[in-house]
């Protein structure tokens, strides 16, 4: 069989296609049957991170295929299954019962050969969802055990040379252990010929008020639009609307309740670089309610430099919408696991609950680490009513490596808040939080090799308005990552860093009189506890 080189496919993609490349290289389906040796690596690294999913060994990206069911939640994710570093894609798979212990499972989609024509590239496995068969579509159904039917894209070159992605199809019969590619991996959603080159990351999800399944994904073309196609049988998809200037990659689309009301609920459509909309949809038709504030600026969940991709777990128990992003560290000159030998690279987020409020300015997301992770706090920490200086005393005493800790503060002046050396300034004139991720910007820097200069200085701002007279921050640092949250959600920042391994100290600096109204610092075990020292 001829190769054509992955690299080649690529370069005639959008200019939008990630960065993170497929290699030239193309091994058979056997090449990537390489689980059993991720049983050798355990999680004892110094640099792996402790509370936040990372894959044994090798790279992952993306989440994919995120669904619950029987009690678990199953996470898919992009990943490179035979080196540690980017290449052609699998889907990597893990499962919980608690958004908080993950074990990884076997590869749930391997790339695979060619099935399209009689010569080309193998299909290369990106971005794409899952969902539980609840009445049995595909009529695969083993016992009591419900099929869950994931759909991925698939690398592709069209017979006229042009690059492209169509949509397969794979199924579950054993709650993701073992995934069956459809019809041998042919497209179950084909190229669209109207599209653009980019047409992938498909996300279906049920629709209960017309017994069917809905999935909508990014074509592209003179629109710039998203298409949505219905289903009955998980197989034939017809497609019934398209929504102009959204084509965005990893676009996700999900119901949440209003204020907590299960009876009023709003959908949400969001992308890969964490710009929303939340708009009315009624199975036919979508009218946002605008993406963007009162002066023109893009909503936004996530105001840091790493969070990418997020995606909302499928079928959820109790209404819950709970989603996870990729932390990505992928530019050479930062790519921090790499460069300190670790066997692995890249990690997820901290699970996030995702509700809407309605708040001064209209319905809003919110977004906070799911409640389970109290299942990690090994310490608490709790002050209250005093200021900065009296803190600082008392957090003195501390000596903490996993944080998860909360500051409720007067807004009268600008202070820094240090944790573990990591700085987070807080702007009194402009009511925000300010983070400068430092490492980053000078290894990127040092190692740029693209079109036009290096411009990103690395500094984020976080709206950070009081509520009630006061703000509200909270931290979680981990080995290598810093997760922001301000005012129980409203807004979050997220960044790869790496604290330093001898600094355990927080402390509040310049502006000793701040008034602290509460001060919570939480210390973490590790998720990994089990999985460790294991023999090999």
Known sequence: MKTIPIGALLALLL?????????????????WATFPSYQKVEYDQPLRPQFH????????NDPNGMV????????????????NDTGMKSWGAAASTDLIHWEQLPHAINPYPNVMWDEGEPHAIWSGSAVVDIHNALGKQDGDVKTLFALYSATHREPDNQAAFFQGGAYSTDNGRSWTKIDEGRPVIAHQPDGGGGQRDPRAFYFPPEDCFITIMMIGGEDRAVRLWKSKDLLNWEPFLDIPNKAAECIDMYSVAIDGDSENRKWVIADAATRYEVGEFDGENWTGLGDSDADGVRLKFDYGDAYYAAQAFNQAPEGRVVHVGWLRSKQPGYRPFLEAGMPFTQQMSIP???TLRSTPDGIRMF??????????????????????????????????????????FVPSENFTLDVRGLKIDYDAT???????NKARVEGEKAAWNKRGPYRDDGVRRIPAPAVDGTVQLRALVDRA????????????????????????????????????????????????????????
């Open 430 to 436: 402009t009511q925000e939080f300010v983070f400068t």
């Open 15 to 31: 200019a939008s296609v990630r960065a993170d490349e497929p290699s030239s290289t193309a091994p058979s389906e056997d090449e």
């Open 53 to 60: 999913f990372t894959s044994r060994k090798n790279w992952l």
């Open 481 to 536: 990552s810093l997760e922001l949250f301000i005012n129980t959600g409203q807004a979050a920042a997220s960044f790869v860093v790496v604290p330093d391994p001898e600094n355990r100290s927080i402390t509040i600096k310049n502006n000793d009189s701040l008034q602290i109204k509460s001060l919570v610092v939480n210390e973490l075990k590790s998720i990994w506890n089990k999985y460790n020292n294991k023999p090999k």
């Open 367 to 408: 977004r906070n680490p799911v409640q389970e992770i109290e299942s990690l706090y090994s310490k608490t920490n709790r002050f209250e009513n005093l200021t900065a200086k009296a803190a600082n005393a008392k957090l003195s005493q501390l000596d903490p490596e996993l944080i998860d800790m909360t500051l409720d």
């Open 352 to 354: 996030a609950e995702i």
């Open 68 to 83: 619950y069911h029987d009690g678990e939640w199953i996470m898919c994710f992009q990943h490179v299954a035979n080196k």
